[in-house]
């Protein structure tokens, strides 16, 4: 729907997979569906739910 924010939500979910110990790959598979994520909804929000979980 809309892709505002997307690279920015893929930064984000890198960092947050290395913080919780994820190997440069599976932090780069997690930011991929974090990104994908951000492009289901119109704005840049989340709603609750919204993200996948690591």
Do not use: Q, S, W
Request: charged share 20%.
């Amino acid at each position: 729907m809309d892709t505002n924010g997307a690279g920015d939500a893929f930064a984000a979910g890198v960092i947050a997979a290395r913080l919780r110990g994820a190997d440069v790959l599976d932090a780069a598979r997690y930011a991929a569906r974090v990104a994908a994520a951000a492009c289901t909804h119109d704005g840049m929000e989340y709603p609750d739910g919204l993200l996948p979980r690591p």
